[in-house]
């Protein structure tokens, strides 16, 4: 059993910066790839950002390359989304998920835990 905890959302101006974290719990952290997606309000979760196992590969949706940057702290436990330039359509509650395996891609059946998530809002 694996547990997610996300946090750092919250309301922000557009141009401005939030960093959101997710701790894991409960499996060998530094063994899975993990990776961040989003859901906005009627829209479908898409992906955002991934990190393989040891950090040594990312990859980005194209709508925040450049503008976000994943990373993780295995002694922490801990994945991060340092997100810049926030735009108001980043609006939507932000995921992180634990993937199967030590690289896993943009797909959600690639990961097999997530977390309840957090919600990030920017306001025009």
């Known amino acids: 059993q694996v547990q997610l905890v996300e946090s750092g959302g919250g309301l922000v101006q557009a141009g401005g910066s939030l960093r959101l974290s997710c701790a894991a719990s409960?499996?060998?952290?530094?063994?899975?790839?993990m990776g961040w997606f989003r859901q906005a309000q009627g829209k479908e979760r898409e992906f955002v950002a991934g990190?393989?196992?040891?950090?040594?590969?990312?990859y980005y949706a194209d709508s925040v390359k450049g503008r976000f940057t994943i990373s993780r702290d295995n002694a922490k436990n801990t994945v991060y989304l340092q997100m810049n330039s926030l735009k108001p359509e980043d609006t939507a509650n932000y995921y992180c998920?634990?993937?199967?395996?030590?690289?896993?891609?943009?797909?959600?059946?690639?990961?097999?835990?997530w977390g309840q998530g957090t919600q990030v809002t920017v306001s025009s």
């Open positions: 409960g499996r060998t952290f530094s063994n899975s790839a």
């Open positions: 990190i393989s196992w040891s950090g040594g590969s990312k």
């Open positions: 998920a634990a993937g199967r395996e030590r690289y896993s891609g943009s797909y959600s059946h690639e990961y097999d835990y």
